[in-house]
Every structure is written in C-alpha cells, then in structure tokens.
C-alpha cells in the first residue's frame, strides 16, 4: 500500500511543473548541514542527517531541509523540498524540487511517541514519589493542551519542532509530566519560529543541527535529553 502510493507520487511528479520554485540550495553527499526526512518502510516518518542513515530503498523521495538556510529564501510553509537521493547526477548532486507539502505528508503518518522508562534526574526525589499539583506561572504560556506549570520560578522553555518529529513529542510529553510550562513552536510552518529558532542557536554558539531544540532560559538543547533538561532547569 505504501509502496503503491510513493510510486503514484513519483509518476505524478514526474512532469514539468510550471508553478515549481527555485531550489535555493544543492544536495551533495559531503554537506552536513542538511535534514532528510524520509518514509520507513511502516509509513512512519523518519529524520536523519546522513544519507547512509536512509534505508536504501526509501532513498527515492526524501524530504530536505537546509538547516541554516535564511527563511526569507525559503519556499512558502506549504511547499516542501524533495530530493531524489537514489540518482547523483553528474554534477555531483542530488536533484531537488519543490512539492506541494499536503501531497508529500499524506504519504506517510506521524511518527509514534516512543514509550520512555522511568527517568527523573531531580535530586532528592525518587520516581515513587508524585509530581506536585500543577498550577499556573504568573506570565506563562502554555504549549498544546495538557502542558501545564508546576509550582516554583521554572525558566521559560521554548520547545522549537514539528508535528512529524517522535522526539518532539517525547520532549513534550516529558515536560508535562514534569508539571514544566512550556511554549512550543512549529519551525516546519511557522518561518517565524524557525528564525527565532536559528537566532537563539546561533546566540548559544551552536550549529544547526536536528529537532526539537529545546531553549531553557537561554541554555540551548539539540535533541531530546531529560537529563539535559533537568540540568538546565536547574541552572
């Protein structure tokens, strides 16, 4: 069923298209800064920075994303870049094109939120003992429903990602369980967020890198790691 569908797209993207926009980028196997977001095998989507990191056969129609590209040169949040990473031309290059992004996300499902074991790095707590009652912070800004602020002077916490990204969701998933307020923000829709995002790396001394990107009161974390959060959130 998933095969049939990415053969139906790739046939129907075949031809020209004359409300196709300019790719402001190359793909070549050597650069570092690039984000492939691919379609396993089960319809999941999946993220990588490596080519190698792709199942072979899923190589064809690939999502990428130029991580420290200025958003102004972006295409529009409906239009995604796709590259085939199954043909390198004879430029040393990946062919890339642009796609309306409803086609290309209809293809595939969000990824699981993967079940996480027992992790509470706060000291002097053991993981018997019950989160405190959530309330409110005086000037807080909640994330999607369910994203809640324990008592106590937390930090602001920005979770930068994206609707198709497991870790995001595990990241916020998380933090609610923490009782941590949180603000999240969808770098894939918003070019707002996103330059918001690279500003805020870029502050820190980091390179762009995957998400989410997890800002704690200005201390910036790539990847989801709840010690590192913790870590943060105590300063």
């Given at each position: 069923?998933?095969?049939?569908?990415?053969?139906?797209?790739?046939?129907?993207?075949?031809?020209?298209?004359?409300?196709a926009q300019p790719v402001p980028?190359?793909?070549?196997?050597?650069?570092?800064?690039?984000?492939?977001?691919?379609?396993?095998?089960?319809?999941?989507?999946?993220?990588?920075?490596?080519?190698?990191?792709?199942?072979?056969?899923?190589?064809?129609?690939?999502?990428?994303?130029?991580?420290?590209?200025?958003?102004?040169?972006?295409?529009?949040?409906?239009?995604?870049?796709?590259?085939?990473?199954?043909?390198?031309?004879?430029?040393?290059?990946?062919?890339?094109?642009?796609?309306?992004?409803?086609?290309?996300?209809?293809?595939?499902?969000?990824?699981?939120?993967?079940?996480?074991?027992?992790?509470?790095?706060?000291?002097?707590?053991?993981?018997?003992?019950?989160?405190?009652?959530?309330?409110?912070?005086?000037?807080?800004?909640?994330?999607?429903?369910?994203?809640?602020?324990?008592?106590?002077?937390?930090?602001?916490?920005?979770?930068?990602?994206?609707?198709?990204?497991?870790?995001?969701?595990?990241?916020?998933?998380?933090?609610?369980?923490?009782?941590?307020?949180?603000?999240?923000?969808?770098?894939?829709?918003?070019?707002?967020?996103?330059?918001?995002?690279?500003?805020?790396?870029?502050?820190?001394?980091?390179?762009?890198?995957?998400?989410?990107?997890?800002?704690?009161?200005?201390?910036?974390?790539?990847?989801?790691?709840?010690?590192?959060?913790?870590?943060?959130?105590?300063?």
């Open positions: 069923m998933i095969r049939g569908a990415l053969a139906l797209f790739l046939l129907s993207a075949c031809g020209s298209d004359p409300d980028f190359r793909v070549t196997p050597e650069r570092g800064d690039l984000l492939y977001v691919w379609i396993d095998s089960q319809g999941f989507f999946r993220d990588s920075q490596r080519v190698d990191g792709i199942a072979p056969d899923r190589r064809a129609l690939v999502r990428v994303e130029a991580l420290g590209l200025d958003p102004a040169r972006r295409a529009p949040p409906d239009v995604v870049y796709l590259v085939d990473l199954s043909a390198l031309g004879a430029d040393g290059s990946y062919p890339v094109r642009t796609a309306p992004r409803t086609e290309f996300e209809a293809l595939g499902r969000q990824a699981p939120v993967l079940a996480e074991g027992p992790v509470d790095p706060m000291p002097g707590r053991t993981l018997s003992d019950p989160v405190p009652q959530a309330t409110a912070l005086p000037g807080a800004t909640a994330g999607p429903p369910g994203a809640t602020a324990a008592p106590g002077p937390f930090p602001r916490v920005v979770v930068y990602g994206a609707d198709w990204c497991g870790p995001c969701h595990q990241a916020e998933a998380y933090l609610r369980r923490r009782g941590i307020p949180f603000v999240h923000r969808d770098v894939d829709r918003d070019p707002g967020a996103r330059r918001d995002m690279q500003a805020a790396m870029s502050r820190a001394g980091r390179s762009p890198g995957p998400i989410p990107v997890i800002d704690v009161g200005g201390r910036i974390i790539v990847g989801f790691d709840a010690g590192a959060i913790e870590r943060a959130l105590r300063g």
